[in-house]
Structure formats: structure tokens, C-alpha cells
């Protein structure tokens, strides 16, 4: 999905009055009745329908017809719109650039603050992919379902927050957390790429071993990444060391499928290394015995963060709604697998079928070098 800078750049005080109203108003009608619309907003009725009008026609609402009543709903762009704009006002950013990631359930972009300093946007979009699924499990969001994609967009971006914040203060390799507004997330732009674009590394044994340890010292501060993968794990340019990032799935130690999720985690890493790296070693973290550690609970981050504000019951909506989407996955996902599996014994046939880690390398440089010249060209305007 592209963020439209323009769309940022005209818009009058009381279309955005009207906009924040479908916001409002969307947050239990799937479709906003344009009375409610003009209710919210305090604008006189003709005025509002100029600009639904106005707003529709930059995509940010989108008109919808044919139910039981005429009105509208807040779109993904419309929605960007809110959050940029709030971030914006913060002067957190002040204009943005290319794109350099889509996430299976995220927007990576680069932006820049006014200084030209850049960094990194993450828009959430969990509901992207199998949100239909989900919806047709009818309690699953209860009132809350009209909203739900943006419910849980915002859900996302306020967990992964608040696990990058205490991650950071707490000294563990994560880039620096910025600001977060609705279901975006700024933070530092990491000089780094994924493990998975890299194909040699100068001590397999090494980066191994300083991954296992991240693991032991999640756990030893009551915490699981829960999606520790090559994807999720970035090698910095300058040392050489690992940065982890993408926390919405993170669970504590004390979850009741906190070993399951840790050796899921553990797995993944032993994987990885054994086929692109050829690199398979024996010792490896074991639950248990990593919570009997001494240093195990010297820190409880979980419990830190659970104190910071976000919910039991938001924890447990996103938890459900991550692992609902991940099991549709699975099936799938477990096909790949044993087609890779057989033709693993190479490395490169394994990147021919995904695209070519090389090329996925150069061409993300190529997005970043662009993006460096173009995030001035697009700023967001102040009113
Ligand atoms: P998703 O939840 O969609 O997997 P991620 O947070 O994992 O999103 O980010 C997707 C990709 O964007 C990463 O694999 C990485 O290439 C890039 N990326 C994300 N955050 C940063 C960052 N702070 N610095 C540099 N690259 C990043
Ligand atoms: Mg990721």
C-alpha cells in the first residue's frame, strides 16, 4: 500500500474535522451514517457533505452504499492520514520517503524528522491478510468488530511500543523507540539488513551462540520474542552484531505456552543456521532449566510492561487474533516447508524460489540510498 504524501498536504481545518468524526464514529458502525457524521462534527449539514465528498474522493473515507443506510467508513489511507499527522504536529516526522519493507502485516517506510534526520514508520495492518477468516468467529470481537482492523492495527502498534521501549531502556539490541501513534510506530532506522539476506557470516559459531543468548536473556527477564526468526533479526553493517526487532507476538514466561513458544523460538534459529550456514550445534537453551538460571528474574520486563498500561484483556484480543492468523498460515506454511526441505541440500536453489537473496540485498540498498534523497521532497505540511 502506498502512502499518499499528498493527500497529507491538502486538507482544510474542517475536513478534518469530518474525518476525525468517521473516525469517531467508526469506532462501533461498521459504516458511519452521514447524520452521524455531521452529529460528531458540530459543521452544518451541507458543509459536511462537501467534504465527505472531498475526503472520499482522496480515498482517506470511502462512500458505501447499499446497506441499510448511506455512509461511510475510514480507509487504511485515511487512517495513515490520522496517524501521520498526529506524528507530524509532534514534529516526531516531518516528511516521508520510500518504502523499504511490506511486512506480511506491516508498512515499513523511511521518514524524516525536520532536521533530516531519518528514521523508520511502521504502519501496522493486522487484518490485512486473513481478517475474514477471523470474522467469521462471532464472538471473537464482540462490539468491537465493526472496527476491528483498525482495533487491532492500533493494538499492535501500542504492544510492540511498549515492549521496544522497556526492551530498550533495559540495555537489549533494539532499535530506539521514537513515537507511536495510533497503529504507527517511529524508531531509530537500524544501519542493518535480515539475517535472511545474508549468506555468509565470518563466525556461524559465533552469531549463533550471541543469538541463543539473546533467547536465555529474554526468558531471564520474563519475556519470549515469539517470532525470532531470520526475518526478524537484523546484522548491523557497522559491528557485525545482531539487532532484533517486531514485538506485537511477544509473550511472557509465565504464558501457559511459554515453553512452547521458546523452543519454537530456539528452532527457528537452529534451523536457519543448519541450512544456510551449515552450522549445527548440540548445546542449545532449554526452558526449564533457563528459568532456574541464576540471573532468571532479575528483571520481570513483563511485568513491567503489563504495568504500563496495556491491558490484560488487549494483551489476550491480540494474542488470539496473532495466533488465529498464524495457525491459517501454518497449513501452508508446512507445505513450503517440505519442498524446501528436499531441495535444501542447496542454499541458492532455496533463494531462486524466493526471489534470490542477493537481489533482495542490492535492491533493498538501492531503496535506502534512494530513499535518502527523496524523504526531503515530501514533506508533511503544518497548519
Ligand atoms: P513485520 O511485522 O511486517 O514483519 P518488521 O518489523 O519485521 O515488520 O519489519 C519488516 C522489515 O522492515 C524488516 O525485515 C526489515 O528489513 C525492515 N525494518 C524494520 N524495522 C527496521 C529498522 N528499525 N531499521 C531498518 N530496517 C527495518
Ligand atoms: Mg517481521
Known amino acids: 500500500m502506498k502512502l499518499d504524501v499528498n493527500d497529507i498536504r491538502y486538507i482544510t481545518s474542517e475536513e478534518f474535522r469530518v474525518l476525525t468524526a468517521v473516525e469517531m464514529g467508526s ?44 455512509g461511510y467508513r475510514l480507509t487504511y489511507g485515511g487512517y495513515d492520514y490520522l496517524a501521520m499527522r498526529a506524528l507530524s504536529k509532534r514534529n516526531s516526522i516531518h516528511s516521508v520517503g520510500n518504502q523499504i519493507g511490506v511486512g506480511k502485516e506491516s508498512d515499513i517506510y523511511v521518514v524524516a524528522d525536520e532536521e533530516g534526520k531519518q528514521m523508520v514508520l511502521k504502519l501496522h495492518r493486522l487484518g490485512r491478510t486473513s481478517f475474514r477468516t477471523i470474522k467469521t468467529n462471532r464472538d471473537y470481537m464482540g462490539k468491537r468488530k465493526s472496527a476491528s482492523w483498525m482495533y487491532m492495527s492500533r493494538l499492535g502498534a501500542q504492544k510492540e511500543w511498549a515492549f521496544m521501549k522497556i526492551l530498550y531502556e533495559h540495555g537489549f539490541p533494539v532499535p530506539k523507540p521514537i513515537d507511536q501513534a495510533r497503529h504507527c510506530i517511529v524508531m531509530e532506522l537500524m544501519d542493518a539488513f535480515p539475517l535472511r539476506q545474508i549468506n555468509e557470516v565470518a563466525s556461524p559459531g559465533q552469531l549463533y551462540s550471541e543469538l541463543m543468548d539473546l533467547i536465555v ?27 532484533v526487532i517486531d514485538f506485537p507476538q511477544m509473550v511472557s514466561t509465565s ?37 532456574n538460571e541464576p540471573g532468571a528474574g ?9 504495568a504500563s498500561g496495556f491491558s490484560k484483556q488487549d494483551m489476550k484480543a491480540l494474542e488470539e487474533y496473532i495466533e488465529n492468523t498464524r495457525e491459517n498460515e501454518d497449513g501452508s506454511d508446512d507445505d513450503e516447508e517440505s519442498e524446501e526441505e528436499e531441495a535444501d541440500e542447496s ?10 537473496s542477493e537481489a533482495a540485498d542490492g535492491s533493498d540498498r538501492t531503496d535506502r540510498e534512494e530513499a535518502a534523497g527523496d ?9
Do not use: M
Not at 460528531?40 to 458505501?64: D, E, P, Q, T
Not at 536473556?217 to 546484522?235: K, V, Y
Not at 532479575?298 to 503489563?306: N, T
Open 27 to 70: 469506532k462501533n458502525h461498521e459504516v458511519v451514517p452521514s447524520s452521524l457524521i455531521t452529529q460528531i462534527s458540530g459543521l452544518r449539514n451541507g458543509g459536511v457533505n462537501k467534504h465527505l465528498g472531498s475526503l472520499a474522493k482522496r480515498n482517506l473515507i470511502a462512500r458505501v452504499q447499499n446497506t441499510k443506510y448511506d
Open 217 to 243: 536473556r529474554f526468558a531471564h527477564s520474563g519475556l519470549i520474542h515469539g517470532d525470532f526468526n531470520e526475518f526478524n533479526i537484523l546484522i548491523r553493517e557497522d559491528t557485525g552484531k545482531a539487532v
Open 255 to 291: 504464558h501457559e505456552n511459554a515453553e512452547w513458544y521458546f523452543n519454537r523460538d530456539v528452532e527457528c534459529i537452529r534451523t536457519f543456521f543448519r541450512r544456510r550456514f551449515r552450522y549445527e550445534s548440540a548445546i542449545y537453551p532449554k526452558f526449564r532449566s533457563t528459568l
Open 298 to 306: 532479575d528483571f520481570q520486563l513483563d511485568v513491567i510492561v503489563a
Open 347 to 356: 542454499v541458492s536453489e532455496e533463494d531462486a524460489e524466493t526471489g534470490g
Open 375 to 383: 524523504v526531503s521532497s515530501s514533506s508533511i505540511p503544518q497548519d
